[in-house]
């Protein structure tokens, strides 16, 4: 049975970093996109970076700059990496496996 994991989210103020990590079950991570995405209170969920089994990224405009998104094959986890934090990055932070596998989430809140 595959499951997400997320850690590593919390409260920091504007300006700080976090490290999101997201460890995956179940023996197919290695050959699956992933990809990190958000949901902040009254807003739709949004793709914040994704990731290729041959490490291509996309990133969101809002967070390029800032985020990066990696994966280690022989952890079976995906991290992201969030520098320079903005109040308005405050959301519910989601791993996913090809975008149709979740995990449970972690809230990450930023104050100005």
């Known amino acids: 049975q595959v499951q997400l994991v997320e850690s590593g989210g919390g409260l920091v103020q504007a300006g700080g970093s976090l490290r999101l990590s997201c460890a995956v079950s179940g023996g197919i991570f290695s050959i699956n996109a992933m990809g990190w995405y958000r949901q902040a209170p009254g807003k739709e969920r949004e793709a914040v970076a994704t990731?290729?089994?041959?490490?291509?990224?996309y990133y969101a405009d809002s967070v390029k700059g800032r985020f990066t998104i990696s994966r280690d094959n022989a952890k079976n986890t995906l991290y992201l990496q969030m520098n320079s934090l903005k109040p308005e990055d405050t959301a519910m932070y989601y791993c996913?496996?090809?975008?149709?596998?979740w995990g449970q989430g972690t809230q990450v809140t930023v104050s100005s």
């Open positions: 996913a496996l090809q975008g149709k596998l």
């Open positions: 990731i290729s089994t041959r490490n291509t990224t």
